[in-house]
């Protein structure tokens, strides 16, 4: 299995822009996870995150993008980060039989800071990195 990056439906409601990705892994979602929920693995191929206490409503401040809480966290599963200036991060893992993985992405924010190629560039770095473990 290879991965592959689908884009959603992209819409804007008033100020607020939401980007929605699916993201075919070809890893299990326990090997997909720590590129999600660990500083070390947001690094790797997102953004470091000098600050990730991973929980509900723990702190989190991912460089380039803001410090604000963990919103929304279900172990393998779900890590949902609102940061102050770059608004909602939810990353959605589900199984995709015994040796892949989907990620289901949204990013939810106001103003133009980002762009669906930016978001494409940083999945194929993921689908690179955890195709390496």
Not at 97 to 116: A, P
Request: aromatic residues 8%; without cysteine.
């Amino acid at each position: 299995m290879t991965g592959s990056i689908e884009q959603g439906a992209s819409r804007i409601q008033g100020s607020t822009h939401l980007l929605h990705f699916l993201v075919r892994l070809p890893r299990p979602m326990e090997t997909v996870w720590p590129a999600l929920a660990t500083a070390e693995g947001l690094a790797a191929w997102f953004t470091p995150a000098d600050v990730l206490e991973p929980r509900l409503g723990g702190a989190v401040t991912l460089r380039d993008v803001g410090s604000g809480r963990v919103t929304a966290w279900d172990v393998e599963r779900i890590a949902e980060y609102t940061v102050e200036s770059g608004g909602r991060l939810r990353f959605h893992l589900e199984r995709a039989g015994d040796e892949g993985s989907t990620l289901r992405f949204t990013h939810e924010f106001r103003g133009e800071q980002e762009s669906e190629q930016r978001w494409r560039a940083r999945f194929e770095r993921l689908i690179e990195n955890v195709s390496r473990r």
